[in-house]
């Protein structure tokens, strides 16, 4: 080995034994730092590396969820909007639907019907007293079909002023076919299209028989009759369509033990009062004071025994009760307008020529019983007749569930008299038909 090659080797070997002593200064550095000092640098906000990582996992978690919470909220606030924006437009759609109907329709038929009534009542007048004298009706079509007592036939048979209103007749008559054949398809009641198939027939017979082609055929046209049911189906279609253009909502009416009573005995208690002939003493006597095709308010209704009599004799009828259940059953009359409403909570304005309120006033106690009577006074028209019945006698067997009070004829003149002006007409005791044990006491008063 040259002296060069001993310098180099000794100078690599200084160079190797200093690396040496480096790296064993630094192990000795790193043994020396105390094990927290070490992960310092993997620490953040005094979390390890584990902890800050499961923290980000967890808030990422709960990002996602906060994100998916507001995006839910935000698309139900949405598509409840929209469906309030579809029910605004469905609402809008059928408001100018009812007024198309009423306009196109009913309306006009209304008025036709009413012009004809009107004119009725000052026709044949002196054939009409004189039968009825007798104990009988006068019916145009078997006067005009009967046989004839003379040579003259048809509208000849009568007066020149009662040929006058016939004639008028027989031409609104005509219209309302033309109405009827031009406009059924705004009918949405199924049961209006054979009352009005009935109608029109009536008319059509009318018309040959004034023209003198059915005499002696009285007998054999007995059952062609004017649909009496006309009037009221026809106010009770325009009731509602007015419901509908006046965005009326259905209102709340607060239950109690009554009112739950005959939610769950409705059944039982239209079969106790569905037959009409029990009242037809009392139909009677009310009918003395109201004209026919008169506008009657049903006041607590119950089933509608009384609001399909009215209907099936030409009056136009809107009624009303607390029970639902009661309503419904009211209202499968296809002809009838029940609403759900109680005493509490009416608010009808003064159109009704008869208020008719049978034992349904009895189930309220005496505030309640004079507010009553102050709202359903108000629905009057001037001279206007309210009818009721309360209890003077209870079965207390059959009052189980129920609440029943007694007023007394005093109080009752007192409310109705002194403080709302009104007079008395009639009153009359009847036994109740449901039980042997109860009496009733009717009144009639006019505003």
Request: glycine residues 4%; hydrophobic residues 35%; contains cysteine.
């Amino acid at each position: 080995m040259t002296k060069m090659e001993e310098t180099s080797n000794t100078k690599h070997s200084g160079q190797m034994n200093s690396s040496c002593n480096s790296l064993a200064e630094l192990h000795t550095i790193i043994n020396v730092i105390p094990k927290d000092k070490k992960e310092e640098k993997s620490n953040f906000i005094g979390l390890s590396a584990s902890e800050f990582t499961g923290l980000t996992s967890s808030a990422t978690v709960f990002i996602s969820l906060f994100v998916a919470l507001f995006t839910v909220i935000k698309y139900s606030k949405d598509h409840k909007h929209q469906l309030n924006l579809l029910q605004r437009e469905k609402d809008k759609e059928d408001i100018l639907k009812a007024k198309e109907k009423i306009e196109k329709f009913y309306g006009p038929l209304n008025a036709y019907l009413e012009e004809s009534r009107v004119i009725y009542e000052h026709f044949a007048n002196d054939e009409k007293k004189h039968l009825k004298k007798q104990g009988e009706y006068f019916r145009t079509l078997r006067y005009l079909t009967n046989k004839p007592e003379s040579k003259t036939k048809g509208i000849d048979r009568f007066k020149l002023h009662d040929q006058e209103l016939l004639n008028h007749i027989l031409n609104i008559s005509d219209r309302i076919i033309k109405l009827i054949e031009e406009n059924s398809g705004y009918i949405d009641n199924s049961a209006l299209h054979p009352l009005l198939g009935k109608l029109a027939a009536h008319y059509r017979i009318i018309k040959s028989a004034s023209e003198g082609k059915l005499t002696d055929q009285a007998e054999h046209l007995e059952n062609i009759v004017f649909p009496l049911e006309i009037n009221g189906a026809i106010n009770s279609e325009i009731y509602k369509l007015t419901k509908i253009i006046n965005n009326s909502k259905e209102a709340t009416v607060l239950t109690n033990k009554t009112i739950d009573f005959y939610n769950k005995n409705h059944l039982d208690y239209y079969l106790q009062t569905s037959n009409s002939s029990d009242m037809k003493f009392t139909y009677d006597i009310v009918r003395e004071f109201v004209p026919n095709g008169s506008k009657i308010l049903d006041a607590g209704c119950g089933v509608g025994r009384d609001t399909k009599y009215f209907i099936q004799h030409g009056f136009k009828v809107v009624s009303f009760d607390a029970s639902k259940n009661m309503v419904e059953m009211c209202n499968e009359y296809p002809f009838a307008c029940c609403e759900h409403l109680s005493f509490e909570i009416i608010k009808y304005p003064p159109v009704f020529d008869l208020v008719w309120a049978c034992a349904s006033l009895l189930h309220l106690n005496e505030t309640e019983f004079q507010s009553a009577l102050t709202k359903l006074h108000r629905s009057l028209k001037p001279s206007g007749i309210l009818y009721f019945s309360l209890k003077s006698k209870v079965d207390k067997s059959k009052s189980k569930g129920r609440d029943f009070f007694q007023h007394d004829f005093q109080r009752v003149k007192t409310i109705l008299e002194s403080n709302l002006s009104m007079t008395h007409i009639k009153s009359w005791s009847t036994v109740s038909s449901i039980s042997g044990a109860e009496i009733f006491e009717n009144y009639i008063f006019r505003k």
